[in-house]
């Protein structure tokens, strides 16, 4: 079984860079037709992804996001990390990271973490 596990303050403050990464075990984020995902979701509102970085390093952000968005990977130790610049309050949310393993338009597969609040706040 794919885990995955979310590190990274839980507090933020507005105008700062929100760091969390996403450990993997149990199945490697090279894999072919693995997609790893940053998705959040703000209290009381529908889910919004953020960004993914496929298995060959291929990068694509939500267009409503992305002029503040990285995502980036370390092959290395099977991480994955999401930097949001400049966070306001309408930051907060869960925040979860996601493996999915898509191949054409199905999704075979998709593993979670448990998620983990950030709270933008002075």
């Known amino acids: 079984q794919v885990l995955l596990q979310e590190s990274g303050p839980g507090l933020v403050k507005p105008s700062q860079t929100l760091s969390l990464t996403c450990t993997v075990s149990g199945g490697s984020i090279t894999t072919n037709s693995y997609y790893s995902y940053w998705i959040r979701q703000p209290a009381g509102k529908r889910p919004e992804w953020i960004g993914y970085i496929n298995w060959n390093g291929l990068k694509l952000y939500n267009p409503s996001l992305k002029s503040r968005t990285s995502i980036s990977r370390d092959t290395s130790n099977n991480q994955f990390s999401l930097h949001l610049m400049s966070v306001t309050p309408e930051d907060t949310a869960v925040y979860y990271c996601?493996?999915?393993?898509?191949?054409?338009?199905?999704?075979?597969?998709?593993?979670w973490g448990q998620g983990t609040q950030i709270t933008v706040s002075s």
């Open positions: 996601a493996v999915w393993l898509k191949e054409g338009p199905t999704i075979n597969a998709d593993y």
